[in-house]
C-alpha cells in the first residue's frame, strides 16, 4: 500500500488557489451536454469524478474536446465578452484559472442523446452517476451504469422509485436498490407530482429536478420527509437557471419546472473554486496560526460548504471573506468546542471533525447521516481514525462527538475516499502521523499535498548520517541540546531489534520473524537510558555482539520497513537532530540540512577502543579495526538503503577535529540553513 509519513506541523500562513469545485463542474458538465448549442466550460476541475464524467458523454456521442485558455482584457484582467454572473465565476486575474483548472468545450445535443445504447463505468463519481441516471432514465435508449465495489453500495433505490413514477424501465443488476443498473426506453407520462425523498441524498433530487427539462411538459417533484444538504439543491437551482430553466420552488418541499423548458447553452460558463476543498485551509490557518487565504471562492458563492467559515468563526477562528477569497487565522485564546447542526455543509463537517482535536472541550456534530452512504460510511471512518489519535469518540446514527487527548503518532486509513486523506492532513499539527492510499486525493484534488505542504511549517530535522564510530551519535547529541531539540539516536531501534530477536531465539536473517519484532517492539525512551519491555537495556545494546547483529538486521528490508514510520515519528516540534546511516537519505529525505559524518577507520577504531576500556569492557584494536572495515563495506553495499554520502549532504571528516569543532561547524551549517 503506498503511504505519505507527514512531519509534526508548527505554523501555517500563506495562499492557495483552489481546484474547481466538483459539484459544480459536473452539474455544468451535464447541462452543456443537454444544452443547445456549444458551451464553453472554464476552470473545470481536474479529477477523477469529471473525468468519469467526460467519459461517460463521449461514450453517449457528445461532442466533447478541450478548449484553448482563454483570452483576458487587458484593462480588467475578466475575460472579453464574458457575461457570466458571478455565482458561477471564478473571478478574474488570470485566464488559466485556479490549480487543475481545465477548459472544456461541450457540443449540446439540444435533450437528444446521440448514442442509443451505451455502458458507462462512473468509478465511484456521485455526482456524475445519479444525475446521468436522471438524464439517461429520460433519453429513450438502452444504457448499462456501473462503478467500483463501493458505488454498488451507495443507496439509489429513492432516485429509480422517483423516475418510474414517470414510466421509466429500471432493472438492477445487482442488489435491489443499489447500482448497478440498466436503463430502457418507455413511454414518459406525468400524471401528477413525483415524490422522492429527501432525507438520504440531496443528489436524488439534484438528478430528478435536471433531467425533467428532457420532457417538454410541466413537471412537480415533491419532498417526501426533511431535504438534507440544502445548499446543495441551491447549487443546481443555479445552475439550471444559468441554462435557462427557472425552476419555481416553495420553500424545500415543492419544486416546479414550468412546460416548455428546455437548456440553452449560456456560451462561456466558469467553475467557482471548490468551498468543499476550502474548508481544508481555513482550518490550517485556524490551527495553525495563519493568516492563511484561499483564492476562488469567497462569501458571495453558491456553494453551501462556504458556511463552514461561520463554524469556524464559532470555534473562535478570526475569518475574513472578500468576493472572490476568504481567509482564517488562530485566536488568541485558542479554538474552543461546538455543538453545531451540520446539515447544511455535509463534506465541509468533516473538517470540523478533525480541527475538533485542537478546540478546548467536546464537539458534537449533528444532523451528519448522510456521511452514511457516501464514497464511505465517514461516521463509522470518522470515529475509527480519530480513536488512533487518541481522542475520545462517541458515535451515533446520525452524529459524532470528539473530546481531544493527547494526540499520538498513529496510521491513518482513507477508504478510498478524497476527504478523510484530506481532512486528516490537519492532525498534523499536533503529532506526525501516516495517510494510507494518500492518492486517492485524485477524485477532487489531485495535487492537495504540495499545495498543503506549501503553506505548513513542518518541525525542522538535522540528519547526521556516517559510519560507525565517527562521532555521529556525541556531535548530534550536543547539537541537538543545544539547538533545543529532540534526539533521536536512530541506531538504537534496531540495535533494540537485535536485542528482541535474540532473547527471543530469533534468527537475525530470518527477515519475516525479525521484522514482526520490530513492528511490535516495546520500547521506551527516559533520559540517558533505552527501556525495552519496561526493563532498562541501554548498556546491553550497546555490546559489540548487538552492535553487529544490528548492522545484519539492518540490512534487512522488511526490518527497514517496519520501523521507517517509527523512525519518523520523531520528527516532532520543535525539531530534531538524529544520527543513523540512512537519515537523510530514506528517513527524512526533506531534511533542512545533511551532514555525513566520517572519520578514518583507523581513527575510529581508536575512539571505539577507548569508549569501551572506559566502561570496563576488554577490547582488542586491530580486532576492532577489522570489525568496523567489515562492518563498512556490509552498510555500504546493502541493497536496502546503503551506507553513503547524498548529494546534497555537507562533508564532515573529524579525523583530525574536536567533538566541540565538529559541533560548532554543524551549527554554522543549521545556522546558514535556516537563513
Given at each position: ?25 459536473n ?14 466550460v ?10 468519469r ?43 488559466g ?6 477548459h ?27 444525475p446521468?441516471?436522471a ?67 440531496s ?16 413537471a ?5 420527509g ?47 473554486g ?11 490557518g485556524?490551527?495553525?496560526g495563519?493568516?492563511?487565504?484561499v ?5 458571495d ?61 467536546t464537539?458534537?456534530?449533528?444532523n ?83 499545495r ?15 559510519p ?5 551519535g556525541?556531535v ?61 537495556v ?44 540512512d ?69 564532515l ?10 559541533v ?12
Amino acid at each position: 500500500m503506498e503511504f505519505l509519513d507527514l512531519p509534526q506541523f508548527l505554523s501555517a500562513a500563506g495562499s492557495v488557489r483552489l481546484p474547481g469545485s466538483k459539484s459544480i463542474s459536473n452539474r455544468v458538465l451535464l447541462l452543456a451536454a443537454l444544452a443547445e448549442g456549444e458551451t464553453e466550460v472554464r476552470d473545470l476541475l481536474a479529477s477523477d469524478d469529471t473525468e468519469r464524467m467526460l467519459e461517460a458523454l463521449k461514450a453517449l456521442g457528445i461532442g466533447v474536446r478541450p478548449a484553448l485558455s482563454p483570452g483576458l482584457s487587458p484593462a480588467s484582467g475578466r475575460e472579453e465578452g464574458n457575461t457570466s454572473p458571478p455565482l458561477l465565476r471564478r473571478g478574474g486575474g488570470g485566464g488559466g484559472g485556479g490549480v487543475n483548472g481545465e477548459h472544456w468545450r461541450i457540443g449540446g445535443c439540444a435533450g437528444r442523446i446521440p448514442a442509443r445504447r451505451a455502458e458507462l463505468f462512473l468509478g465511484n463519481a456521485g455526482t456524475a452517476f445519479r444525475p446521468l441516471t436522471a438524464a439517461l432514465a429520460l433519453a429513450g435508449g438502452d444504457y448499462v451504469l456501473k462503478g467500483v465495489a463501493r458505488m454498488h453500495e451507495r443507496p439509489i433505490g429513492d432516485l429509480v422509485d422517483g423516475l418510474r413514477q414517470l414510466g421509466t424501465e429500471i432493472e438492477y443488476l445487482g442488489n435491489e436498490g443499489y447500482p448497478p443498473l440498466r436503463l430502457k426506453s418507455g413511454r414518459i407520462r406525468l400524471d401528477g407530482p413525483l415524490r422522492v425523498r429527501g432525507d438520504v441524498s440531496s443528489q436524488f433530487l439534484t438528478g430528478l429536478l435536471m433531467a425533467l427539462p428532457l420532457t417538454g411538459a410541466a413537471a412537480t417533484v415533491e419532498v417526501v420527509g426533511e431535504l438534507i444538504s440544502k445548499p446543495y439543491i441551491e447549487i443546481t437551482l443555479a445552475i439550471m437557471a444559468r441554462f435557462g430553466v427557472a425552476v419555481e420552488r416553495e420553500g424545500w418541499r415543492r419544486f416546479t419546472v414550468p412546460a416548455g423548458s428546455r437548456y440553452r447553452s449560456p456560451g462561456v460558463v466558469h467553475v467557482e473554486g471548490d468551498a468543499s476543498s476550502a474548508s481544508y485551509f481555513l482550518a490550517l490557518g485556524a490551527i495553525g496560526g495563519g493568516p492563511v487565504r484561499v483564492e476562488g471562492v469567497g462569501g458571495d458563492s453558491i456553494q453551501g460548504d462556504v458556511k463552514f467559515a461561520e463554524a469556524l468563526a464559532q470555534m473562535g477562528a478570526v475569518i475574513e471573506t472578500g468576493p472572490n477569497w476568504m481567509a482564517a487565522r488562530a485566536p488568541t485564546g485558542g479554538l474552543t468546542a461546538v455543538d453545531l447542526d451540520c446539515n447544511h455543509i455535509p463534506d465541509a463537517a468533516m473538517t470540523l471533525a478533525t480541527t475538533a482535536l485542537f478546540a478546548k472541550g467536546t464537539t458534537t456534530l449533528r444532523n451528519i447521516a448522510s456521511w452514511r452512504v457516501k464514497e464511505t460510511d465517514r461516521i463509522a471512518a470518522m470515529a475509527a481514525e480519530l480513536r488512533k489519535l487518541g481522542a475520545t469518540v462517541e458515535a451515533g446514527d446520525d452524529f459524532i462527538r470528539i473530546t481531544p487527548n493527547a494526540l499520538r503518532p498513529a496510521a491513518i486509513d482513507t477508504y478510498d475516499d478524497h476527504r478523510m486523506a484530506m481532512c486528516f492532513s490537519l492532525a498534523a499539527f499536533g503529532t506526525p502521523l501516516r495517510i494510507n492510499d494518500p492518492g486517492c486525493v485524485a477524485k477532487t484534488f489531485p495535487d492537495y499535498f504540495a499545495r498543503f505542504a506549501a503553506v505548513a511549517k513542518a518541525a525542522p530535522v538535522i540528519a547526521i548520517d556516517g559510519p560507525s564510530a565517527s562521532g555521529k551519535g556525541t556531535v548530534a547529541a550536543r547539537v541537538a541540546a543545544a539547538l533545543g531539540y529532540a534526539y533521536l539516536d536512530s541506531g538504537a531501534l534496531y540495535r533494540l531489534t537485535a536485542l528482541a530477536a535474540r532473547q527471543a531465539g530469533v534468527a537475525w536473517d530470518d527477515e519475516p520473524a525479525v521484522a514482526a519484532i520490530a513492528a511490535s517492539l516495546d520500547v521506551r525512551f527516559s533520559g540517558n537510558d533505552v527501556f525495552l519491555r519496561g526493563a532498562p537495556v541501554g548498556d546491553a545494546i550497546r555490546a559489540e555482539d548487538i552492535s553487529a547483529g544490528a548492522s545484519r538486521v539492518a540490512a534487512l528490508p522488511a526490518v527497514r520497513a517496519a520501523l521507517l514510520f517509527r523512525l519518523r515519528a520523531f520528527n516532532t516540534a520543535p525539531g530534531l537532530v538524529g544520527d543513523g546511516r540512512d537519515l537523510g537519505s530514506v528517513v527524512f529525505p526533506q531534511a533542512a540540512l545533511k551532514v555525513f559524518l566520517t572519520a578514518t577507520a583507523e581513527a575510529r577504531a581508536e575512539r571505539r577502543y577507548k569508549q569501551l576500556i572506559e566502561k570496563g569492557f576488554s577490547a582488542n584494536l586491530p580486532g576492532l579495526l577489522l570489525d568496523l572495515q567489515t562492518r563498512d563495506a556490509r552498510d555500504s553495499g546493502r541493497s536496502v538503503a546503503p551506507l553513503r554520502q547524498e548529494a546534497d549532504a555537507k562533508l564532515l571528516d573529524t579525523t583530525a577535529l574536536t567533538i566541540a569543532e565538529a559541533v560548532d561547524q554543524v551549527l554554522q551549517w543549521s545556522r546558514e540553513a535556516a537563513q
